[in-house]
């Protein structure tokens, strides 16, 4: 039964009647200390002798000195310091206020599309499950593809824990269609077909990551002189790890979806990329992490999309 139809308790009146600017707003907020928290996780989880708890507070990366509450301010704090260390004058780049930025931007955005953009009500637990999935995907996402970029490499710590929260919220992922409004809540609902869509997750990650090993093996075989120019592979381990957790997060429509736009944005910006400056590693990750958030935020953009083109199809058959 959809939760709209029961009589609403007071929690769910507070959800619901407070007006979009909070929940945006809030959320973009959460967003801004979420990114400084995966600066954290990007800097250290890779640097095995780091833990990312401790020490607590941010330190500089050249003399090792924390930094005060105050420069710990998300986005601003950079800019309040002028982009520098206090005490070593060390350079600190702007990318932590860029993460802290584009972190605080996609959580706002996506309280916006999945609450309101879509036309479902608040009222629908499926809205919040839907969000909650959303906001997870970013909060992974983010860590995964800069770290890929910085290491072409990517911790098993960010592959095997989200993938233990994304198989039972895949139920969110496989069964509503594209666009949120056509969803059912399964979650509390339909026990059995709830265990269905985490099956029918799980083996579209298990089948996307073969794909994608497959595509690499070929790949080897025809591009062999580029792959040993790149360091033998044209595929990385990482982009196959990827692949299991994209399977799961979006189910398999989506899944394609992002793949094809992944591969788009990859060719592109790699030719850019090998004319500018004639280097061929590009990692994938980065646009399969950028193809899976747009899938997912814009799944009823896509549809239209992919329905347009369906129908231009059948035009041109007839
Ligand atoms: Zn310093």
């Not at 407070?18 to 996780?41: K, Q, T």
């Not at 747009?294 to 239209?304: D, I």
Request: charged share 10%; proline share 5%; aromatic share 12%.
């Amino acid at each position: 039964m959809p939760m709209a139809d029961t009589q609403p308790g007071l929690i769910q009146q507070m959800l619901t009647e407070l007006p979009p600017a909070f929940w945006i707003g809030g959320l973009a907020l959460i967003g801004a200390m979420m990114g400084s928290f995966l600066n954290v996780v990007i800097y250290r989880l890779p640097r095995n002798c780091l833990s990312i708890n401790k020490p607590s507070r941010s330190f500089c990366p050249a003399c090792k000195t924390q930094l005060k509450a105050r420069d710990n301010v998300p986005i601003f704090g950079w800019f309040l310091l002028g982009g520098k260390c206090r005490y070593c004058g060390a350079k600190f780049s702007i990318r932590y206020a860029l993460v802290e930025l584009l972190v605080a931007l996609l959580f706002g955005f996506a309280a916006w599309k999945v609450l309101y953009a879509e036309g479902i009500q608040t009222t629908h637990l499926a809205a919040w499950i839907t969000l909650a999935h959303v906001l997870l995907m970013i909060t992974v996402l983010v860590p995964w593809a800069l770290i890929d970029l910085d290491l072409h490499y990517i911790p098993d710590g960010l592959t095997f824990l989200p993938l233990a929260l994304f198989v039972p919220l895949s139920a969110n992922a496989s069964t509503y269609q594209w666009g949120v409004a056509g969803f059912n809540p399964l979650m509390f609902g339909l026990q059995a077909q709830w265990l269905d869509s985490m099956l029918s997750a799980f083996t579209t990650g298990i089948a996307a990551m073969a794909f994608l090993w497959l595509m690499g093996r070929m790949g080897n075989l025809l591009f062999r002189k580029q792959a040993q120019k790149v360091g033998g592979d044209s595929m990385g381990w990482a982009d196959v790890k990827i692949m299991l957790m994209l399977g799961v997060m979006l189910g398999w429509p989506k899944m394609i979806a992002a793949f094809f736009v992944a591969i788009a944005l990859g060719a592109l910006v790699g030719t850019i990329a090998r004319v500018l400056r004639g280097t061929l590693g590009v990692p994938f990750g980065p646009f399969l992490a950028i193809g899976a958030l747009a899938v997912m935020l814009f799944a009823p953009n896509f549809e239209a999309a992919l329905n347009w083109y369906f129908n231009l199809l059948q035009g041109v058959a007839k």
